[in-house]
Structures are given as structure tokens and as C-alpha cells.
């Protein structure tokens, strides 16, 4: 019964877990995209969307692994808990390693000449 608990638990806090970044990086992101890519905004638009389904599957992805391996029958509560803090705390680094790793891609394009988005290069 309680490793039903545990997925419930889980799966619930996943989804809270990458929602609320979702919907805060691409409200944010706007702004930092527009700059990065000059104003052109429909090019900014759709790096976003790609950011937005990177991000989404990424996330899900490891939430899909990590209820695949199996540990076995939870037996406590304290069990319960454990793994799902261990499991979220994944999550959270996955989540946090992909978002310096756009931070550092945007940062590369915006050095790069304004001249190059307007030309379609």
C-alpha cells in the first residue's frame, strides 16, 4: 500500500516540481530571448517554444526513469520519504543543470553582432 503512497506522492510533487519552473522560464525568458536575438521577435518566439519542449521533456524523461527503476516494497514511512526527497532532489539538479546550460548558451548569443539575426544567418 504505501508504495501506491509513494508514487502518488511522487508524480504529484513532480508535477508541481516542473510546472511552476516551466511557467516562470518562459515568462522570464521572453525578455532575455528578445535581447539575445536583437528584437527580432518571431525568431525569439519560436527559441522559446524549442526551450520550453526541451525543458518539459528533459524533466518528464527523468521522471519516466526514475519510476521505472525499482527499489522494491516501500516499508515506512520514513522510507516514503526518503526516496521521494532523494528522487526530487534529482529533479531539481536536472532541472537546474539544464537551465545554466541555456543561461550559457544565451550568453553566447548575445556577444554575437545584432546584423546576423536580421539576415536570416
Known sequence: MLTEIY?????GA????????GIVFHRSGAIFLNN??????TLARAVGRLLD?????LSLGYVGLCCTV????????GELAMRVVVKL??????IAIGHTFNLLV???FRGRPARQYSQGA
Do not use: E, K, Q
Open 53 to 57: 519542449m526541451g525543458f518539459y521533456l
Open 106 to 108: 544565451l550568453a553566447l
Open 7 to 11: 508514487y502518488a506522492v511522487y508524480l
Open 14 to 21: 513532480c508535477a508541481i516540481t516542473i510546472a511552476i519552473p
Open 89 to 94: 532532489g534529482g529533479l531539481l539538479l536536472v
Open 70 to 77: 525499482s527499489d522494491g516494497d516501500v516499508r515506512d514511512h
Open 36 to 41: 539575445a536575438f536583437a528584437g527580432n521577435h
